[in-house]
């Protein structure tokens, strides 16, 4: 496979469920991304890894707990969520340094909190 | 001030017109202006960036214009295409930080 890929596309998962959002980047970058779309925000910030250490959290509520164990893969676990948390989650990755803006972004994960 | 304002929220264009989708910031410290595109069911795209010491750099039919001074910057589709029909984001970057300030995103509607 190539680019940025998230798995799975869809979740429905109920308030008190705890579930996990994957992604693997194949493009040999340092960087990555989690990214929050919803309907009445534009792309909103949640955490940003380099080199698997995080380097910003963007304020994100605690239900949001972030894993980067390499530089090829991220997840977000998800527990006790709110509806308001429904969302597309989108992954991107990028190189570091000058280059960072250049992020390539997966196809993300509709979430839909019950 | 890491606010990147963003208009139209949508636009509607005949085939081969020209779409004109605006932005501005208020941050100086931002030194990248990237645009990204977005199909529906798919992550966002990088289309064209810019920097802040060119005001206009052009890309096939996709031009960013860049005005320094009233911090503002814009993407113009020349010869828009039905094809072209999708959400743009413009966005902004500073150096210190790698993460992106996006835009509210514009809904291109490009008519046959």
Redesign the interface.
């Known amino acids: 496979e190539t680019g ?1 890929t998230q798995t799975p596309r869809h979740l429905v998962m109920g308030m008190t469920n705890k579930k996990s959002l994957k992604c693997e980047q194949h493009l040999g970058h340092n ?1 990555m ?1 989690w990214y929050k779309q919803s309907a009445k ?3 909103e ?1 949640m955490f ?1 890894y ?1 080199f698997k250490e995080q ?2 959290n ?1 304020s994100v509520p605690s239900r949001f707990s972030p894993e980067c164990p390499n530089s090829s893969h991220l997840f977000l676990h998800l527990h006790t969520l709110q509806p308001e948390d429904s969302a597309l989650y ?1 992954c ?1 990755s ?1 190189l ?1 340094g ?1 280059r ?9 994960t509709r979430l839909t909190v019950t | 001030q890491q606010q990147v304002k ?1 208009s139209p929220q949508s636009l509607i264009v005949q085939k081969g017109g020209i779409s004109i989708i605006n932005c501005a910031y208020e941050n100086t410290a931002f030194d ?1 202006f ?1 645009w ?1 595109q977005q199909f529906p ?6 289309l064209i ?1 810019i920097r802040p010491d060119v005001s206009e750099k052009k890309e096939g039919r996709f031009t960013i214009s860049f005005n320094k001074s009233a911090k503002q910057f814009s993407l113009h589709i020349m010869d828009s295409q039905p094809g072209d029909s999708a959400t743009y ?1 413009c ?1 902004a ?1 500073n ?1 210190g ?9 514009t809904r291109l509607q490009v008519q046959p």
């Open positions: 940025v960087a991304y925000k534009p792309l910030l940003v380099n380097t910003e963007n989108l991107a990028s570091p000058q960072s803006y250049e992020q390539y972004f997966g196809p993300g | 963003q990248y990237p990204y069911g798919k992550g966002p795209a990088l960036a984001f966005a970057q150096g930080r790698r993460a992106l300030t996006f835009g509210s995103g």
